[in-house]
């Protein structure tokens, strides 16, 4: 299939500053792109880029098989849904709705029809007459929806539109724009700063830093194999444990060694592991380090560690201990036997280990 | 639970004395202003029973006193009898010619100020900070400073002397602060407003007709009374650039008093004085109210 979404070769500055460098993203139909950075990444404005609401300094971007790099946004068959929502204040949520058929000259018995069609879908039938000042956050977002949806885009444009909303809210309203993909089967770019967001909703995934994309995947090729450590770092909550390392290549397999407070450095082998340099960052997600008696399998190794923190979360409980200087999360049952300032048993998960480079923090297998 | 442990012990040793030193304190402060209300409104008090007394009375009696035989034979000479000059028409066709300056004045300043505003708020272009900056400027040059160049200007543009060219300058000068105005007011509205009517097809104009406009109200008045009220009481411009038929209502007031030969007629300087100030009390009156409901429209609705 032809891709719905194709940029190439982007570039966009302001006078001397570069605010995307060399961006080539391309998305099939149906799919679901989420652009996901700390703020000052550049993903808004590659979102304005395919809107045509901020024109590039180089590049081409092609929608639906045309060349739209220089057609004005009203002709690029999107639709686009706001972080402020941006409903017209002095319309009712009919005519905020309406409003983009009204000015194409679409007439009036199919723009009633469309009208009632899109209130049906978002249940905002009862609403239709109000001002969106008398509406609640989660309303507003619903009608900015019905006026995105209402248009039939090739493309529908999302920028932040949950972040405005109280985080029960967001929750139910993630479930609601994933169950819409869904049924619409509609392509969608959607622009996050939270990386749940973007692991929930996405189909495919784009992670930026200064303007550069890091890298593109599927949530769970991001989440498991993170392209460098800025990614390591940014996807997952709590966030992935970064512990400096020594590797030594010995028969069977690579000896990893790491410092521990108080005692003598820990040592793991990895039978699996590549050709690796001495100095070594090794990545681990804290579901991948467990309490030894509670889980052990073929690629877990299990240590002593000191325990620093315990923090009951509910569900799990995470355990802090403290790692080659650096503090390490493990992602534990509710129930664990862990307390602080007393040594447990952790099972690392060296099947799930993911090895950075320290000097350029590219991934190393 | 900390405000209350704060608070409770000062209510409670509150005594009587300190709660006649707040009455007294409030009753002081509505006596202050009572005062200060009497002391705005006693030159307006004077000339309206100044302009209800004949000329006997006035000669004869006290300024502040009341009239002891209202008449309001001063008024209808101010209105149609008072002389300017030579002439001797009154008030009449020159608040006329005031009218036909000011409305068409306040209109187009106030329409070319809320497309200025919007550009500067909403359309930011290479260069719009200097503009602005440029425009505000205007706002701050005096009068006098440019005279002799507006006199040229309309020369130049064959409207010397006649209302279009008193409307042009009260139009140009105008301008800066309506300009001001807008884009104060248009730059509080989310980027994004624009934006979306932008993907959803509509241009320019459509955007600033269907989205902005209709949110404008409060500040739209606002222009119209600083306009109104600015245009209707110059007197500069409007001596340096009418002739005798385009004066307004401000350069006839000031020859009617000035121009009188013999006995003062107060009361018919007065009475003009009056009528040539109503329009602008007239407009404060009606549109702060319209005001005052846009405003309180906006923040019940939001």
């Not at chain 1, 784009?206 to 769970?220: D, L, R, S, Y």
Request: hydrophobic share 45%; charged share 15%; proline share 5%.
């Amino acid at each position: 299939m032809a891709p719905i979404l194709d940029i190439k070769n982007l570039y966009k500055s302001y006078g001397d500053v570069k605010i995307l460098k060399d961006i080539n993203v391309a998305i099939e139909p149906g799919d679901f792109l989420v652009l996901v950075g700390p703020s000052g990444c550049g993903k808004s404005t590659l979102l304005n880029c395919i809107a045509g609401l901020e024109p590039i300094t180089g590049g081409a971007i092609t929608i639906a098989g045309q060349d739209m790099t220089e057609v004005s946004p009203k002709d690029r068959n999107i639709a686009m849904v706001f972080q402020s929502y941006a409903l017209y204040p002095t319309m009712s949520v009919a005519k905020n709705i309406t409003f983009g058929m009204k000015v194409r000259g679409v007439d009036q018995a199919t723009q009633d029809a469309k009208l009632k069609e899109v209130a049906a879908q978002l249940q905002i039938e009862p609403l239709l007459n109000r001002r969106p000042g008398q509406l609640s956050g989660g309303q507003r977002q619903r009608v900015a929806m019905g006026r995105a949806l209402v248009r039939d885009p090739a493309l529908f444009l999302f920028d932040e539109p949950l972040s405005n909303l109280d985080a029960k809210l967001r929750v139910e309203m993630r479930t609601e724009i994933k169950k819409l993909h869904q049924t619409l089967g509609a392509s969608m770019v959607y622009v996050t700063h939270d990386q749940i967001e973007a692991m929930t909703l996405a189909t495919k995934i784009v992670v930026m830093k200064g303007g550069v994309i890091q890298q593109i995947g599927t949530p769970a090729e991001i989440y498991n194999r993170p392209a460098n450590l800025f990614v390591a770092d940014f996807m997952g909550s709590p966030a992935m444990n970064l512990i400096p390392a020594k590797a030594r290549k010995n028969g069977a397999g690579t000896q990893i060694e790491i410092a521990r407070k108080g005692g003598e450095p820990l040592v793991l082998v990895d039978p699996t592991a590549p050709d690796l340099p001495a100095d070594v960052i090794l990545g681990l997600r804290p579901e991948n380090i467990a309490q030894a008696d509670v889980r052990t399998g073929e690629s877990y190794q299990v240590a002593d560690c000191l325990v620093d923190v315990v923090e009951p979360a509910g569900a799990d409980t995470y355990v802090m201990s403290n790692l080659g200087g650096k503090p390490v999360t493990a992602r534990m049952h509710a129930e664990t036997t862990a307390k602080a300032g007393q040594p447990l048993s952790f099972a690392f998960d060296l099947g799930k280990v993911s090895y950075f480079a320290p000097e350029d923090g590219r991934r190393l297998n | 639970m900390t405000d209350a442990t704060l608070i409770s012990p000062r209510a409670g040793t509150r005594t009587t004395g300190q709660k006649v030193t707040r009455l007294a304190l409030r009753y002081g402060l509505y006596a202050l202003l009572f005062l200060f209300a009497l002391y705005y409104l006693l030159p307006l008090f004077v000339m309206v029973s100044t302009s209800l007394k004949s000329l006997d009375e006035i000669r004869t009696g006290s300024l502040v006193a009341l009239p002891r035989e209202v008449t309001f034979e001063a008024w209808k000479t101010a209105w149609s009898g008072a002389c300017t000059g030579i002439q001797c028409e009154g008030l009449k066709p020159y608040l006329w010619n005031s009218l036909l300056i000011a409305i068409p004045g306040v209109a187009i300043s106030t329409i070319i100020g809320a497309l200025n505003g919007y550009v500067f708020a909403q359309w930011r272009f290479r260069g719009a900070n200097l503009m602005f900056a440029l425009i505000l400027f205007g706002c701050f040059i005096p009068f006098q400073v440019v005279l002799l160049p507006m006199a040229r200007m309309l020369g130049l543009m064959g409207l010397a002397g006649s209302i279009p060219g008193l409307i042009f300058v009260h139009v140009v000068y105008g301008l800066g602060f309506t300009t001001l105005f807008f884009r104060n007011y248009y730059v509080t509205i989310p980027m994004e407003l624009v934006r979306a009517a932008k993907i959803d097809g509509a241009g320019f104009f459509r955007i600033f007709w269907s989205i902005f406009l209709p949110i404008s109200l409060p500040i739209i008045v606002v222009s119209v009374i600083w306009q109104f009220t600015q245009i209707w009481n110059d007197f500069l411009f409007g001596v340096s650039f009418s002739e005798a038929g385009t004066q307004p209502v401000t350069v006839a007031l000031n020859n009617i008093v000035n121009s009188t030969t013999g006995v003062k007629a107060y009361n018919v300087d007065m009475a003009a004085a009056i009528l040539a100030a109503l329009p602008t009390l007239l407009v404060y009156v009606v549109a702060g109210k319209y005001f005052i409901r846009g405003l309180t429209a906006g923040s019940v609705k939001g």
